[in-house]
T-cell receptor
């Protein structure tokens, strides 16, 4: 069965600090997809990134970067020079491809990030 | 940029009443999903839908729940007889073939 663990529950940083959000996953599939979503205080779920299990290249998008390591089953998310607008709950999610590329997402419990001015 | 929309944004209902939550997926997407998030908890999968039938459903999605695509644009979730524990935020999502799931803004359901 698939499982996503986000061991950190709450993180508080001061603006301009870098912060890393950890995500560890479990799956028996060899093909799977990993995601990060952001849930700001307004409540919507905002898609940030999708990565398939065959692509271990790290990715950078502006102040966001992701480190995927199959050896440790981790898909960590780093925000560089954090800003107050980054304050949100961040969810890591996993989708197994055994039932197709459009399988359900299994979410972690989320990490509440507070960025103080 | 195309987005998933959901109505209503909030719904209050009495226990035992039927509710229908509505979603308009992104227009060229073929895969549709419902998830729910009980306050302060993680997001949980309910059901996925493709080609006018359910592809996958969770244990939460029992006989009280049903989904429908009544026309070319809407995707609905019906709860036949609501219970207190159905109070949650319900998210609709859609994706294209092999693509990421994009979520709507959610419907906050409160069952009294």
């Amino acid at each position: 069965a698939q499982k996503v663990t986000q061991a950190q529950t709450e993180i508080s940083v001061v603006e301009k600090e870098d912060v890393t959000l950890d995500c560890v996953y479990e799956t028996r599939d060899t093909t799977y997809y990993l995601f990060w979503y952001k849930q700001p205080p307004s409540g919507e779920l905002v898609f940030l990134i999708r990565r398939n299990s065959f692509d271990e290249q790290n990715e950078i998008s502006g102040r966001y970067s992701w480190n995927f390591q199959k050896s440790t089953s981790s898909f960590n998310f780093t925000i560089t020079a954090s800003q107050v607008v980054d304050s949100a709950v961040y969810f890591c999610a996993l989708s197994e491809a055994n039932t197709g590329a459009n399988s359900k997402l299994t979410f972690g419990k989320g990490i509440t990030l507070s960025v103080r001015p | 940029e195309p987005e998933v929309t959901q109505t209503p944004s909030h719904q209050v209902t009495q226990m035992g009443q039927e509710v229908i939550l509505r979603c308009v997926p992104i227009s060229n997407h073929l895969y549709f999903y419902w998830y729910r998030q009980i306050l302060g908890q993680k997001v949980e999968f309910l059901v996925s839908f493709y080609n006018n039938e359910i592809s996958e459903k969770s244990e939460i999605f029992d006989d009280q729940f049903s989904v429908e695509r009544p026309d070319g644009s809407n995707f609905t979730l019906k709860i036949r007889s609501t219970k207190l524990e159905d109070s949650a935020m319900y998210f609709c999502a859609s994706s294209d073939q092999g693509g990421a799931q994009y979520f709507g803004p959610g419907t906050r359901l409160l069952v009294l």
